[in-house]
């Protein structure tokens, strides 16, 4: 597992050199059908990711958000998969706040068990393996672990604000707010920097498996609202409301 992870790391990086590569430059803006921008930095990122896990794991499928979507009726077999957002935060990374990122898991069995999270213009990743989770900067692994505090930090979407977060903050007689950009609010979870992320907004599978896994790994839940766990084996990949909390 541990040199999977560091496998997975290192395709994380190269996809995140590809997408910095084009940062600073005129970034072409396409839409899809969804009404969701795409850049040559997406598909740059995809194609190297696509490319480097099918050498990793050539009998394991892959679900990328900028690759063709299997069916569910091919889908519903898979035991394992993996599920690749090559560039999470696309708004993000038009408005250049760098925060936007690179995200990789492993699912089994409905479950994110390997994961890594790359913050390109951070030049910082954060990785899980189920039970346990890392901060890497410079190659420094440093483990992390979620942490409660009071008042409580909570963590929101920069580009996807929620009328519904008033009344998740209602149970709080005390609490900071914060804001980040993409799967960022799952690490900063994860690494005990927030201990609430509400999701009351749309969001895809691809956009949540791995920040799901880091926090998960690092001691955290992520329950639906209804307080089930968020699993991967479904057929529609939309994803419903959730939370992000410390433990």
Known sequence: ??????????????AGKAIMALYHTHV???????????????LAANAIIMKKLALLTP??????????????SERKNWQTFWLVDPLDGTKEYLRK???FT?????????RP??????APVLEKSWLGDGSRAWSVIN????????????????????????PALADFLAQFSQYQMMEAGSSLKFCLVAEGQAQYYPRLGPTMMWDTAAGQCVAESAGGQVKTLEGLPLSYHREDLLNPFFVVSHS
């Open 102 to 110: 690179v995200n990789i898991a492993l699912i089994e069995h409905g």
């Open 97 to 99: 706040n760098g925060e």
């Open 1 to 14: 597992m541990g040199n999977q992870l560091e496998s997975l790391h290192h395709i994380a990086l190269e």
């Open 139 to 162: 190659n420094e692994w440093s483990l992390i672990k979620t942490k409660a505090t009071l008042p409580p930090v909570i963590v929101g979407s920069r580009s996807h604000p929620s």
């Open 59 to 72: 009998d394991i499928p892959i679900v990328s958000e900028e690759s063709a979507h299997t069916p569910w």
């Open 113 to 118: 068990v390997l994961a890594v999270v790359h």
């Open 28 to 42: 072409e803006v396409t839409e899809k059908a969804d009404r969701s921008p795409v850049t040559a930095a997406d």
